[in-house]
């Protein structure tokens, strides 16, 4: 079956800089990647999407790359600020059926 | 914005008694989803349903879950008879076209069974 996973379980990033989470996937038959910032105590909040005949698409202040050549999808946040700090997942999917599949998350905490 | 909402947030119950977790998806969709999150863990998906019956379902959702929309509004998960690792975080979501567009989820009922 198909499995998402992060390479990092936590980040940390000064504010204001720039940072970038990953996620590696393992069904190269995957059509679809989302990813969701979730905060504590909240349900996951879709920020940004991209189909597998793309291999970038941006958003206001994130970007999503996706190599389909080693099954790499990163989420790219630029100037990050305080209300950044969450758990972030990368999700797969495929046409073939309607479910999900969520990577383990990565925690990324905003430094002051 | 609309948003899907879900009670209660916290629900804490005996093994064995079952459970309701309700939810309010947003009006114009037609699509909608259970997911659970085990505390540490990811998210993972229950159950997709559209048309009034399930599109979808994982090995999780096993013959102790049922999924209904009682009437144009509510879209409820049973757990009949209630084990102690169903103690997770449920997240219910909708989208309007499936997933060609993107899901709105639930801010969660946490379950605790004891």
């Known amino acids: 079956g198909e499995s998402v996973g992060l390479h990092l379980p936590t980040l940390s990033v000064q504010e204001g800089d720039n940072s970038i989470i990953n996620c590696a996937y393992s069904?190269?038959?995957?059509?679809?990647f989302i990813w969701y910032k979730q905060e504590s105590g909240k349900g996951p909040q879709f920020i940004i999407d991209?189909?597998?005949?793309?291999d970038k698409r941006q958003g206001q202040r994130v970007t999503v790359l996706l190599n389909k050549t080693v099954k790499h999808l990163s989420l790219q946040i630029a100037a990050t600020q305080p209300g950044d700090s969450a758990v972030y997942f990368c999700?797969?999917?495929?046409?073939?059926?309607?479910?999900?599949?969520f990577g383990t998350g990565t925690r990324l905490t905003i430094i002051p | 914005e609309p948003e899907v909402t879900q009670t209660p947030s916290h629900q804490v119950t005996q093994m064995g008694q079952e459970v309701i977790l309700r939810c309010v998806p947003i009006?114009?969709?037609?699509?909608f989803y259970w997911y659970r999150q085990i505390l540490g863990q990811k998210v993972e998906f229950l159950v997709s349903?559209?048309?009034?019956?399930?599109?979808?379902k994982s090995e999780i959702f096993d013959d102790q879950f049922s999924v209904e929309r009682p009437d144009g509004s509510n879209f409820t998960l049973k757990i009949r008879s209630t084990k102690l690792e169903d103690s997770a975080m449920y997240f219910c979501?909708?989208?309007?076209?499936?997933?060609?567009?993107?899901?709105?989820f639930g801010s969660g009922t946490q379950l605790s069974v004891l």
């Open positions: 979501a909708s989208s309007e076209m499936g997933l060609n567009e993107k899901l709105f």
């Open positions: 069904n190269s038959a995957s059509d679809y």
């Open positions: 991209i189909r597998s005949n793309m």
């Open positions: 999700a797969g999917f495929n046409f073939g059926n309607e479910k999900l599949t």
């Open positions: 009006s114009n969709h037609l699509y």
């Open positions: 349903f559209y048309n009034n019956e399930i599109s979808e």
